[in-house]
């Protein structure tokens, strides 16, 4: 059984189509990614899997039941997430909201829930972050524990909506490795648009520009790209992480 | 200042005064911490606003129907809570624009106050005292009426520190993990309006905005957390109003007034100083 299972979805803003016929079925364990360019469905099409949006055609499951049934099992990094950067909370704390819901009783957060929160923390290799000002770490610090947020709860499904957009790309690389480390137990789902992070550790690249077309990482080239966006694009290899292999050309 | 402690020995209703300050402080300094990380403390001077509609109408029905029981102050309780409801619905569900609700809200309530007021035969002298504030009034029956708002205020905002700080930091997010957020944030606005309430027997209610958010906001220029915030802004609050109380007694100027001066000048003091400490995590 498919972990997402997509049939013939049709979605659309207010009579503005933004997807088209999309079918798409992920197996457990995978590691997908949604690339395309912006306006073209991405987030439209995370948010039908979350079930925070219902589509106007077709069907969305996710193991096997509706998508708000199960969101409990998900884990999820929201495109935009808060940047009041005079919040007063720590990471540790935020790592901790990813708990909420969770039996989560009265009063202040428990120790075994704190001891998830710091190992969440550290497997994304951010546990020095804990006890800093959330507002006040780099934008890569914040996607990290914010990913940690997201994995706390154990989720076993991850959905990722542009986890590289505030990162460097030294720092993206880093992220990628360190979100293929979480295979094959948990399922991940990456939303981007930028396909230079689309690293090795990807399994298969969907692209997306209202309607959906799958493809094997290894056959991302220019020709392929420009359709996608429409234009041509200059490809930019990222080769900082030799010893994986590089790019599959 | 030995003035002022003397009379305090001798003087019953100034023992009242500043009791009714320490129970003000302590729903002041938790709640007025989520109302300023909240960024919601317009919401708040709305429903302070709003809350003479309901003191004008209790007193007209106290007066001119005879509903002796019934206190200025339980009509300010019912008053909030009804601004707090409808400001938070719509925020939550209708496609309004938010602040121009407020701004309705605000001056909805304060024209309903002013003319059942009218309406009301007597003193003018209890507008002024709705208005601005006379701690030096409070009553017992008031101070046990504020140990109760109290007693609710505190044990909802500390039990649900979690859910609340959760809701306040990203109500998208605590939704997503089936936190039921739209009822926790309704339940932060019902606080704020039980909070704004205690506070404006203390300053009045034109006043009380100041009173809700500047020892929260002076604390968090000292802490990054929010616990601590809440601790600071609660000492604080209380330094304040007592402070406040003393330096307005021997040259008799309006207590509420000064509460409200000393606390702008304390938040003025911790910019400077906030500014020394500021570069810790």
């Known amino acids: 059984m498919a972990l997402i299972d997509i049939k013939g979805v049709d979605f659309a803003y207010n009579g503005r189509p933004v997807l088209a016929g999309v079918d798409l079925s992920v197996a457990q364990g995978e590691f997908l990614a949604l690339v395309g360019p912006n306006g073209g469905g991405k987030t439209t099409l995370v948010k039908l899997i979350l079930g925070l949006l219902t589509p106007q055609k077709g069907s969305v499951r996710v193991f096997g039941q509706a998508p708000a049934k199960v969101r409990r099992r998900m884990g999820y990094l929201p495109q935009h997430a808060p940047v009041d950067p005079s919040f007063p909370v720590s990471a540790l704390e935020v790592v901790l909201m990813g708990l909420m819901g969770m039996g989560s009783g009265l009063g202040l957060w428990r120790r075994e829930q704190k001891r998830a929160a710091l190992e969440a923390l550290d497997k994304l290799e951010a546990a020095d972050l804990a006890d800093r000002s959330f507002g006040r770490l780099s934008g890569g610090q914040r996607q990290r524990v914010l990913i940690a947020r997201a994995l706390v709860a154990g989720p076993e499904l991850l959905l990722l909506d542009e986890p590289t957009a505030a990162v460097d790309p030294r720092g993206g690389v880093d992220l990628m490795n360190i979100l293929a480390g979480l295979q094959p137990k948990v399922t991940v789902v990456l939303v981007t648009h930028d396909l230079g992070f689309v690293s090795p550790a990807v399994s298969r690249v969907a692209c997306i520009n209202q309607s959906l077309s799958i493809h094997p990482t290894q056959v991302i080239n220019g020709s392929l790209i420009s359709e996608l966006y429409g234009a041509p694009v200059r490809m930019v290899r990222h080769d900082h992480d030799l010893e994986h292999g590089g790019h599959h050309e | ?281």
């Open chain 2, 1 to 281: 200042m030995s003035e002022f402690l003397a009379a305090v020995a001798g003087h019953a209703f100034l023992q009242q005064a500043l009791l009714a300050g320490a129970l003000a402080s302590l729903a002041c300094g938790v709640v007025g911490a989520y109302v300023v990380v909240k960024r919601i403390s317009y919401i708040a001077g709305a429903i302070a606003h709003s809350v003479l509609g309901g003191m004008g109408l209790a007193r007209y029905l106290a007066v001119v129907h005879g509903w002796g029981w019934l206190h200025p102050l339980h009509g300010a309780v019912a008053a909030a809570l009804v601004a707090a409801g409808v400001i938070g619905l719509v925020s939550l569900h209708a496609r309004q624009r938010e602040d121009t609700i407020i701004g309705a809200v605000w001056a909805v309530g304060m024209a309903t106050g002013v003319v059942f007021i009218a309406l009301t035969p007597g003193y003018d002298v209890q507008l002024m005292s709705y208005l601005f504030g006379n701690i030096l009034m409070v009553t017992p029956e008031n101070l046990w009426l504020m140990a109760g708002l109290d007693l609710v205020v505190l044990g909802a905002a500390l039990l649900l520190y979690r859910q609340l700080l959760a809701v306040c930091f990203d109500q998208e997010f605590a939704r997503l993990r089936g936190l039921p957020a739209d009822f926790y944030y309704l339940l932060l606005l019902g606080l704020t309006a039980l909070t704004v309430v205690l506070l404006s027997t203390v300053v009045g209610i034109i006043l009380v905005i100041a009173l809700l958010t500047l020892p929260a906001a002076t604390a968090a220029n000292f802490f990054r957390r929010l616990g601590p915030i809440m601790a600071l802004a609660t000492v604080l609050c209380l330094g304040i109003t007592w402070g406040g109380l003393a330096l307005s007694y021997g040259p008799d100027l309006p207590a509420g007034a000064i509460i409200v001066l000393l606390a702008g000048a304390v938040y003025l003091v911790s910019l400077g100083l906030g500014r020394l400490v500021h570069n810790r995590g």
